[in-house]
């Protein structure tokens, strides 16, 4: 478009000239005597006023360049009005070319009508130059703001820019700090990446010890020598530095001369500025139980020293640097301290799962050595006592002289003591079973007592020991008591007497114990007057001969403890039965202040007023005499015990009552021969509770499904377990003997399981 406006503007002047020439307008006669003549100067001027003319064409073709080019919205026609202006002042020097000749009218009309619209232009140009200048000045002043806008812009973004770069710092120091979880290695990786983005001569930690009295010098940049060991690697947590470096939240420079400057700027005697600011230490024990403990805040010191050889110092860029970074070292300490306290809970747990598999593999060994014993004590004694007891309860039933029947009672007595002993040492062996009990029934006191010393004889007698023994006839006959554990308590007590001495007599007296008179007795007092019934004194001393009193005792035998003289484990156990029947046992001490004489109260209940008859039948059930045994002439019993031995005398036992005794030793042969027995059935089965295989439970419930019979059931066990017979019951066993299997408490039991069949 311009192109084209050019080329018409030429074309345009090339017209005017052809015009002027045709009109031929005659030249001006002027002549002068000069170097200039009059035809040179009207050249020149008609070539400057074609230079002219050309320039004020070229000039309005750039500012329309310019105008349709740039955005001067509000001043766009002064550009069009100056561009107008200047084209009229090119036509008007344009036209005066070809006055210098010979010209018309036409081109006299046309100079003179560009001279009208130039002076016009011109005018109005003047004019608009006039409101023009206030509105550029107004755009000056808008320039020179826009001008601090931008550089407030220009610094913002460099502060930007710092910060960017800053942010970039601190996320490669944090990925390189977050990379180790020890703390050792995190403060050294901290203290080279700052030295590297920094630029620094040394960096060091401080930290406080545990009592945080010190601030150590834990770790730092620049290794010494020892011949840089100037100043000490520790400082006061009072100091003034450290002080002020711990109260202050942000960057705190200083001084050269500070001590804490000195210890920290390795080794230089001309470092430069020195900066440090506080880490927060925490510990993981203090958030134990779910809530911080109200403890003191203890903060470690980061020191950095930059180099002393220019003139540098801390800029408002690296502070942020050093905040920052400080902050993320403090949150990877914490992590690091939990993590090493973790793994330290995760050691001690380690270490006290092998203490508990440890304690396992104890308790299995002590349960294997529990069981080992159970079986050793119930198959090496109690089965042994058990055959014993029932060949005796067999003996008792024969025509024997007084002293014959006392000899076979005070055996039956003694083997029903061992018998108690070997059951109470098995319930204290379980876990969940430690507690000793007692079984209280009618019995005759006097009678134990003359058992009790006819063992006792025996017992001196074996060791060469003269026995005596005396019963005042004011002591009641026919108490209830626990018969076993008492004449156990009596003949433990004077073997554990005899046990200290080689030679001597042994007395053994029995005797009411009346209530003590104020200031008599006063240790009994305390038991005595709380239980009803009749309190009995045993006494049991021993005499030696005075001659050699001292020497007959031996001292090894005595051990003396804070409450007197050690007795033994089983004289301990023996006190404890004895209180538990609400008595005691006092030790009293000869001269020389060994144990010469055992005193033994026990409490007894008397029996309310009976018949005679039924006083007699308790009697006689609770001390297994009877002047009969029942008869089961014709009884048709089938006997099943896997302990051979047991089964034998349980035979001798059934046939001493007249019954037809079939034996096996299984549950499965049981069955066999009940099922096979059709055309003369059994009566009564007689089956051990605790077989192999098939147990005495399901042989019970197997021939009450069987509809061939209904005969009696009776189990044996050894087990004195209060349970067994709530499961018999649901087993449909009519009855239970608890072994020994003694004649008559047999006999006893299958007239009740008989007689209440037959009732039925």
């Known amino acids: 478009m311009l192109r084209t406006l050019c080329h018409g503007l030429l074309f345009f002047s090339l017209m005017l000239s052809a015009s002027a020439i045709e009109i031929g307008y005659p030249r001006c006669n002027c002549y002068f005597d000069s170097y200039f003549s009059a035809e040179g100067i009207l050249q020149c001027q008609k070539v400057s006023d074609f230079l002219i003319a050309a320039a004020y064409f070229s000039i309005p073709l750039e500012l329309l360049y310019f105008a349709t080019c740039s955005d001067l919205f509000p001043f766009k026609w002064i550009v069009f009005q100056f561009g107008a202006f200047i084209v009229l002042c090119g036509l008007t020097h344009l036209l005066n070319v070809f006055t210098y000749e010979p010209h018309s009218f036409l081109l006299m009309l046309s100079l003179t009508i560009s001279k009208l619209f130039t002076a016009l232009v011109s005018f109005a140009t003047a004019i608009t130059l006039l409101t023009l200048f206030p509105q550029l000045l107004r755009l000056k002043v808008r320039e020179n703001f826009l001008r601090i806008k931008a550089r407030e812009l220009d610094r913002e973004v460099g502060m930007m820019k710092r910060k960017e770069e800053a942010s970039w710092h601190v996320r490669m120091l944090t990925q390189e700090i977050r990379k180790s979880l020890d703390r050792h290695t995190i403060l050294y990786t901290t203290l080279v990446e700052l030295s590297k983005t920094l630029g620094l001569q040394n960096c060091a930690v401080w930290m406080p010890d545990e009592a945080k009295k010190v601030m150590n010098l834990t770790h730092e940049l620049r290794q010494r020598h020892s011949m840089e060991l100037v100043f000490e690697h520790s400082i006061p947590i009072t100091n003034q530095d450290v002080v002020e470096v711990e109260e202050s939240k942000g960057v705190t420079i200083l001084r050269p001369d500070s001590l804490l400057a000195l210890a920290s700027s390795g080794g230089e005697p001309e470092p430069g500025p020195i900066a440090a600011i506080r880490m927060p230490m925490l510990k993981v024990s203090n958030f134990k139980g779910g809530t911080p403990e109200l403890v003191k805040a203890s903060y470690a010191i980061l020191v950095l020293v930059l180099p002393g050889d220019n003139s540098r110092i801390w800029s408002f860029h690296e502070k942020d640097i050093i905040e920052v970074v400080a902050d993320q070292v403090a949150v990877a300490l914490s992590h690091a301290a939990v993590l090493e306290e973790s793994q330290l ?19 299995f060994m002590a349960s294997e050595a529990r069981n080992s014993f159970q079986r050793v004590m119930s198959q090496g004694i109690r089965r042994p006592v058990h055959y014993i007891l029932g060949l005796l309860s067999m003996m008792q039933q024969e025509e024997l002289s007084p002293e014959q029947r006392l000899i076979i009672n005070t055996i039956t007595k003694t083997s029903g003591v061992v018998s108690n002993l070997v059951t109470d040492a098995m319930k204290i062996s379980n876990i969940n079973n430690e507690r000793l009990t007692l079984e209280r029934r009618l019995f005759y006191l006097h009678s134990l007592i003359k058992e009790a010393a006819s063992a006792a004889r025996c017992l001196c007698t074996r060791r060469g020991f003269g026995f005596g023994f005396q019963v005042d006839n004011a002591v009641p006959d026919i108490v209830v008591g626990d018969e076993k554990r008492i004449f156990h308590v009596i003949l433990h007590s004077i073997d554990r007497l005899l046990s200290g001495y080689s030679e001597g007599f042994v007395s053994f007296q029995v005797h009411p114990y009346n209530v003590p008179q104020d200031g008599e007795e006063q240790q009994w007092i305390s038991w005595k007057t709380n239980f009803p019934g009749v309190f009995v004194r045993f006494e049991i001393g021993i005499r030696t001969p005075e001659s050699s009193d001292s020497s007959l005792s031996d001292e090894r035998i005595w051990k003396l403890e804070a409450d007197g003289y050690d007795m033994g484990l089983g004289f301990k156990m023996c006190k404890k039965l004895v209180q538990m029947m609400h008595g005691d046992i006092l030790v009293v001490p000869n001269s020389q202040g060994f144990p010469t004489s055992i005193e033994l109260v026990l409490h007894f209940q008397l029996q309310n007023p009976t018949p005679a008859s039924e006083l007699e039948g308790l009697l006689l059930l609770g001390h297994n005499h009877t002047p009969s045994t029942p008869n089961f002439k014709g009884l048709r019993v089938l006997l099943a015990d896997d302990d051979g031995l047991c089964l034998a005398v349980t035979r001798k036992l059934l046939e001493k009552l007249a019954c037809e005794v079939t034996t096996v030793s299984s549950g499965i042969q049981c069955l066999t021969s009940f099922a096979a027995s059709t055309t003369t059935p059994y009566q009564l089965v007689l089956v051990e509770l605790h077989m192999p295989q098939i147990d005495g439970f399901e042989v019970a419930r197997r021939i009450r499904k069987s509809r061939s019979s209904r005969p009696a059931i009776v189990a044996l066990t050894s087990s004195a377990e ?37 009732t039925e």
């Open 722 to 758: 209060e349970l067994v017979w709530q499961q018999c019951l649901h087993s449909g066993i009519n009855g239970l003997i608890r072994k020994p299997v003694m004649l008559q408490a047999l006999g006893d039991e299958l007239y009740r399981v008989l007689h209440k069949l037959r």
């Open 345 to 363: 809970m995760r050691d001690k747990l380690a270490e006290q799962n092998r203490a508990l598999l440890h304690e396992k593999q104890n308790a």
